[in-house]
């Protein structure tokens, strides 16, 4: 792989909060194509870590770059696709609105966003949430319509937070997969956080975040 198939490597990042010490002397890089799981117990530091990777947080030592994908910041925003940890939804929109909103955003006129943003609304089983509001949908069906979000994006690079974290076994596992391989059928890459070894196995590839590092998981099985 040449450097520029690397859409985002960390570079001995350091993370402090204060007087704590998050993150230390992390290296990642995340490759065009690559689809990891990202493990690591509650307050190892994996939402922190993918704030870092999105852009979002500026490390406090180490460097990140994306040779991969855009030198503006902006335009790298709209390339990383974001499914976040807590609800992330536009209140005031509707499944279906808050799906297509990003494509619309990049240019796809109104028939093609929806028509995209329904697809991916399927693909998580959300199609019968499409005219609900946030405020209407349990947790879960949130984060389903947050997963469409990313799905339909068309994203470079998806960073998903705990994605099914609010959903039953079964749920959980159906929604990864297609998460998984919906970012595969469009070529991107998914950097995907989960406390659950089950579904981390899904992965071929699998990280953890352990005493301020990233390190090869241990498979589960
Ligand atoms: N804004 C903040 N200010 C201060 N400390 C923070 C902040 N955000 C996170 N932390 C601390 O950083 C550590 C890592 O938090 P983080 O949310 O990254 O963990 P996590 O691995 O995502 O946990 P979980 O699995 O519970 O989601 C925790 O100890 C947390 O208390
Ligand atoms: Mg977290």
Redesign the pocket.
């Known amino acids: 792989m040449n450097a520029m198939s690397s859409l985002v490597v960390a570079r001995s990042v350091g993370i402090e ?2 007087r ?1 010490v ?1 993150l230390h002397d992390v290296d990642l890089t995340v490759d065009a194509g690559a689809h990891i799981a990202l493990t ?1 117990r ?7 870590l993918l704030l870092v990777l999105a852009g979002l947080l500026s490390p406090s030592r180490g460097t990140v770059t994306w040779p991969g994908l855009s030198d503006s910041p902006s335009t790298r925003r709209g390339e990383i696709g974001m499914v976040f ?1 807590a609800p992330s939804l536009m209140p005031e929109l509707t499944a279906i609105e808050n799906v297509t909103l990003p494509l619309r955003l990049r240019g796809a006129d109104v028939a093609t966003a929806r028509d995209e943003a329904a697809k991916a609304l399927a693909r998580v089983a959300a199609e019968d949430l499409v005219d609900a509001l946030p405020a209407q949908l349990s947790g879960g069906q949130q984060q389903r319509v947050a997963i469409a979000r990313a799905l339909a994006g068309g994203h470079r690079l998806v960073l998903a937070d ?1 994605p099914t974290g609010a959903l039953d076994r079964d749920h959980a596992y159906e929604v990864a997969l297609a998460l998984r391989d919906g970012v595969a059928a469009a070529g991107g890459a998914l950097l995907l ?1 989960t ?1 659950d070894p089950d579904l981390a196995d899904m992965f071929d590839h699998q990280l953890a ?1 352990r005493d301020g590092g990233v390190c090869p998981a241990v498979r589960s099985r």
Not at 42 to 48: D, I, L, M, N, V
Request: charged share 10%.
């Open positions: 909060y204060g704590s998050i690591g509650s307050g190892s530091g994996k939402t922190t940890q705990e956080a406390h975040v």
